[in-house]
């Protein structure tokens, strides 16, 4: 009778140590394996990022030929500046970025990646502000994406980069 009930117990702990094994193991997969709408941070997509903040536009501000780079381009569209050619630095602003995302990223139905959402914006204290915001395709699934900053007293100009799979 004795022996019996060691048995019955040895069993039990038996199917108790089984069961937390396999609740660790699922609980291990479900943490590691992305949602469908999840957003992973890519070293790719922020390298590029800092690559296109380094481009030079098509816009000069005091003089002809000292070209705007991307990011100063953002920080003068924030502040409403014009260039010397009497184009909008908003409007040349658009037209890089559309530039330099479309020659990079191949977006479509038909390619890995599906869309994108492109979106600058300046963030004080407590305000925040859209500079620049494009969308191409269709962003339904997976998002990977970075963002890059740039300091503009007393704020910072955040853009922000998803590709959507």
Known sequence: MKKRGQEELVGFVVIVVLVAVIFLVLLAIFIRKPGVDSKQESIEIYQF???????????????????????????????????LDGKDSCLVLNSTFVLLIDNSW???????????????????????????????????????????????????????????Y
């Open 106 to 164: 191949k977006v479509g139905e038909q390619y890995p990646i599906k869309g994108y959402v492109f979106n600058s914006s300046y963030k004080g204290n407590e305000t925040s502000e859209e500079i620049l915001s494009l969308r191409k395709g269709s962003c339904s699934g997976s998002v990977r994406g970075s963002e890059y900053l740039i300091p503009a007293f007393p704020g910072m100009i955040v853009s922000t980069l998803r590709l959507c």
């Open 49 to 83: 990022l800092e690559g296109a903040m380094k481009h030079t536009s098509e816009c000069a501000i005091n003089y002809e030929p000292n070209y705007l780079e991307a990011g100063e381009l953002i920080e003068k569209c924030y502040e409403g500046t014009q260039c």
